[in-house]
Structures are given as C-alpha cells and as structure tokens.
C-alpha cells in the first residue's frame, strides 16, 4: 500500500514540471490604424470585407476569410520559408475588389522550452512591403514574432475608398457565398 501510495505521489510531481504554454501559436498581429484629424495616430475599423491568401506547403492557401468591423487580427507566418507572400483581397459594399501583395522578409529563431513541449520557431521580421492599391502603408512595429498576443507586429493603413484607384468589379448575379 505505501508503495503504490509513493508511486502516485512520484507520478504526481513528475507531471506537475511540464511548463508547455497553453498559448503557442506563433502569429504577426496586425493593427489597424488612421490618423484623425488633428493627425495623431488612432486605431481604426475595417469597414470592408478582407481575405487573406497564401501559397503553402500543405495546400491550405486561405489564411483568413470574410473579416470585417475588426481592429486588430493576427496571420499565422511559415517556417519553411524566408519570405512570405499574402495576397490581401478587400470587398467594399460595392462588389468591388482591391489586391494587394504583402511580403515578409524574416528570419527564423528556433524556439526551446523543454523536451516535453512542440518544437518552434519564432522569427524576426527584417522587412516588410507592400502594393498600395487598397493599402495605404504598413509600418513594422515590433520585429519580433512570438506567440505573445499582446504584442502588435505590424501597423495597417487602408486607403479611403475614394484614394483607391485599381479595382476589380464583381458580376453580382455570379457571385456566390464561395466566391468573392
């Protein structure tokens, strides 16, 4: 009986030292931002619909689907890769499309906490571009990537529908809840 009472208490602290954090998803954050009118930076709303789309190794491409009236949202980052491309596509109220390409430029940090836990990689963004056909620009903010959420990697300037000049027009009558 003390043994297996010994044992269980054993067991017990064994397990108790695996310090794997529950949040672990490594992802840049984005916010987005304007300037008022007085030109003191505030955050902003995504007014129109935005998809975000990536090439990827395992053949999931769409990164984020039909996001509207948010502030802030975070995009996952690959490891294989020392670039990223996204393409941004932003629907406003008229069926009307505006593509952007984001790229990153990073590097990778392998990331330990204990043999116990998934290996990963955290990653320092060494620059970041875009087009600016619906994006006005897109400030690096903190550099490095960690599964911190409370940290904003990149600032998001839209351009006011009537600054965007390249567009794509939707049939509506084609359109369905698949498609753009």
Not at 71 to 88: A, K, M
Not at 95 to 107: R, Y
Request: net charge negative.
């Amino acid at each position: 009986m003390r043994v297996l009472l010994l044992l269980s208490i054993l067991f017990l602290f064994a397990c108790s030292s695996i310090d794997c954090p529950v949040k672990n998803t490594v992802a840049v954050y984005y916010d987005v931002k304007q300037y008022d009118d007085e030109g003191e930076l505030i955050a902003d709303t995504l007014k129109d619909t935005l998809w975000v789309w990536t090439q990827r190794s395992d053949g999931k491409d769409t990164l984020m689907n039909r996001l509207v009236d948010k502030t802030r949202f975070s995009l996952p980052i690959s490891y294989q890769h020392p670039e990223d491309v996204l393409i941004f596509a932003i629907r406003d109220t008229s069926l009307v499309i505006t593509l952007d390409t984001v790229w990153l430029k990073k590097e990778d940090i392998p990331h330990f906490e204990s043999v116990d836990c998934a290996a990963h990689y955290f990653h320092e963004l060494t620059s970041v571009r875009c087009t600016h056909n619906g994006i006005d620009s897109l400030v690096l903010h903190t550099s490095s990537v960690t599964y911190d959420d409370a940290v904003t990697n990149l600032q998001i300037f839209f351009k006011e529908r009537s600054q965007v000049t390249t567009y794509y027009e939707i049939d509506n009558e084609t359109e369905t809840d698949d498609t753009l």
